[in-house]
Protein backbone atom coordinates (compact mmCIF):
# COMPACT_ATOMS: atom_id res chain seq x y z
CA UNK A 1 0.00 0.00 0.00
CA UNK A 2 1.35 3.32 -0.78
CA UNK A 3 2.36 6.01 1.86
CA UNK A 4 -0.84 8.54 2.01
CA UNK A 5 -0.63 11.60 3.61
CA UNK A 6 -3.57 14.27 4.48
CA UNK A 7 -3.79 17.41 1.81
CA UNK A 8 -4.79 20.96 2.60
CA UNK A 9 -8.42 21.05 1.24
CA UNK A 10 -9.58 24.14 1.90
CA UNK A 11 -8.75 27.27 3.97
CA UNK A 12 -11.69 28.86 6.42
CA UNK A 13 -11.55 31.92 7.76
CA UNK A 14 -14.33 32.51 10.85
CA UNK A 15 -16.56 35.68 9.68
CA UNK A 16 -19.03 37.99 11.31
CA UNK A 17 -20.65 39.08 7.90
CA UNK A 18 -19.07 35.97 5.91
CA UNK A 19 -20.86 37.81 2.43
CA UNK A 20 -18.89 40.62 3.08
CA UNK A 21 -15.31 39.36 3.59
CA UNK A 22 -16.12 36.55 1.00
CA UNK A 23 -16.74 40.01 -1.72
CA UNK A 24 -13.18 41.15 -0.58
CA UNK A 25 -11.32 38.35 -0.85
CA UNK A 26 -13.27 38.05 -4.48
CA UNK A 27 -12.16 41.23 -5.66
CA UNK A 28 -8.87 40.72 -3.84
CA UNK A 29 -7.60 37.66 -5.88
CA UNK A 30 -10.04 37.64 -8.84
CA UNK A 31 -11.86 34.11 -7.40
CA UNK A 32 -15.76 34.45 -8.15
CA UNK A 33 -18.11 33.42 -5.22
CA UNK A 34 -19.82 30.19 -6.15
CA UNK A 35 -21.49 29.41 -3.33
CA UNK A 36 -23.17 28.97 -0.47
CA UNK A 37 -23.73 26.41 1.85
CA UNK A 38 -25.26 26.80 5.76
CA UNK A 39 -22.84 29.29 7.25
CA UNK A 40 -20.01 29.12 4.29
CA UNK A 41 -19.74 31.12 1.09
CA UNK A 42 -17.20 29.33 -1.10
CA UNK A 43 -14.81 31.08 -3.57
CA UNK A 44 -13.63 29.41 -7.00
CA UNK A 45 -11.64 26.32 -6.08
CA UNK A 46 -7.93 26.95 -7.54
CA UNK A 47 -5.26 24.87 -7.70
CA UNK A 48 -6.79 22.22 -5.37
CA UNK A 49 -7.70 24.71 -2.72
CA UNK A 50 -10.71 26.03 -1.77
CA UNK A 51 -11.31 29.24 0.58
CA UNK A 52 -14.13 29.62 2.32
CA UNK A 53 -15.97 31.94 4.89
CA UNK A 54 -17.85 31.06 7.75
CA UNK A 55 -20.00 32.48 9.58
CA UNK A 56 -18.80 33.47 13.58
CA UNK A 57 -20.56 35.16 16.46
CA UNK A 58 -17.13 36.44 17.84
CA UNK A 59 -14.83 39.18 15.98
CA UNK A 60 -11.34 38.13 15.19
CA UNK A 61 -9.48 39.32 18.36
CA UNK A 62 -5.29 39.33 18.59
CA UNK A 63 -2.62 38.39 16.33
CA UNK A 64 -3.04 35.76 13.79
CA UNK A 65 -1.48 32.40 14.17
CA UNK A 66 -1.84 31.94 10.81
CA UNK A 67 -1.93 34.49 7.70
CA UNK A 68 -1.82 34.47 3.78
CA UNK A 69 1.31 36.06 2.03
CA UNK A 70 -0.18 37.13 -1.47
CA UNK A 71 2.24 37.94 -4.01
CA UNK A 72 2.07 40.73 -6.53
CA UNK A 73 4.56 42.84 -9.02
CA UNK A 74 4.01 46.03 -7.02
CA UNK A 75 2.95 45.77 -3.59
CA UNK A 76 2.40 49.82 -3.02
CA UNK A 77 -0.04 49.73 -6.01
CA UNK A 78 -1.73 46.26 -4.26
CA UNK A 79 -1.95 48.48 -1.30
CA UNK A 80 -4.13 51.52 -2.59
CA UNK A 81 -6.27 48.47 -4.45
CA UNK A 82 -6.75 47.06 -0.90
CA UNK A 83 -7.57 49.82 0.92
CA UNK A 84 -10.14 50.84 -1.49
CA UNK A 85 -11.96 47.17 -1.32
CA UNK A 86 -12.30 47.96 2.53
CA UNK A 87 -8.70 46.85 3.74
CA UNK A 88 -6.25 48.79 5.68
CA UNK A 89 -2.47 48.81 6.28
CA UNK A 90 -0.99 47.68 10.13
CA UNK A 91 1.76 49.78 10.55
CA UNK A 92 2.82 47.82 13.50
CA UNK A 93 5.08 45.33 11.59
CA UNK A 94 6.50 47.74 9.58
CA UNK A 95 10.50 46.89 10.73
CA UNK A 96 10.14 43.60 9.76
CA UNK A 97 9.75 45.39 6.34
CA UNK A 98 6.82 43.28 5.50
CA UNK A 99 3.79 44.69 4.16
CA UNK A 100 1.12 43.56 6.51
CA UNK A 101 -2.91 44.59 5.61
CA UNK A 102 -6.14 43.40 7.57
CA UNK A 103 -9.31 42.79 5.50
CA UNK A 104 -12.34 44.31 6.77
CA UNK A 105 -12.92 42.12 9.80
CA UNK A 106 -9.15 42.38 10.67
CA UNK A 107 -7.55 39.34 9.55
CA UNK A 108 -3.63 39.69 9.01
CA UNK A 109 -1.95 39.07 5.50
CA UNK A 110 1.26 40.29 3.89
CA UNK A 111 1.89 41.53 0.36
CA UNK A 112 4.66 40.28 -0.90
CA UNK A 113 6.60 41.30 -4.03
CA UNK A 114 6.28 38.16 -7.29
CA UNK A 115 9.87 36.40 -6.83
CA UNK A 116 12.26 35.82 -4.32
CA UNK A 117 12.32 37.42 -1.28
CA UNK A 118 16.18 38.53 0.43
CA UNK A 119 15.53 37.82 4.07
CA UNK A 120 17.82 38.35 6.73
CA UNK A 121 18.69 36.16 9.54
CA UNK A 122 16.08 37.80 12.16
CA UNK A 123 13.16 37.11 9.55
CA UNK A 124 13.32 40.78 8.18
CA UNK A 125 12.86 41.96 4.25
CA UNK A 126 13.67 45.05 2.76
CA UNK A 127 11.19 45.28 -0.27
CA UNK A 128 9.13 48.55 1.50
CA UNK A 129 10.69 51.94 1.21
Not at 5 to 27: E, K, M, V
Not at 38 to 67: C, D, I, S
Not at 107 to 119: A, Q, S, Y
Request: hydrophobic share 40%; charged share 25%; net charge negative.
Amino acid sequence: MADTYPQINALIIDATDPDRLAAFWSALLDRPVVGRTGPYVWLRRENGLALGFQGATEPTAGKNRMHFDVSSPDPAAEQERIEALGGRRLTQYDEGGFLVMADPEGNEFCVIPTGPLDMDDEGRVHYLL
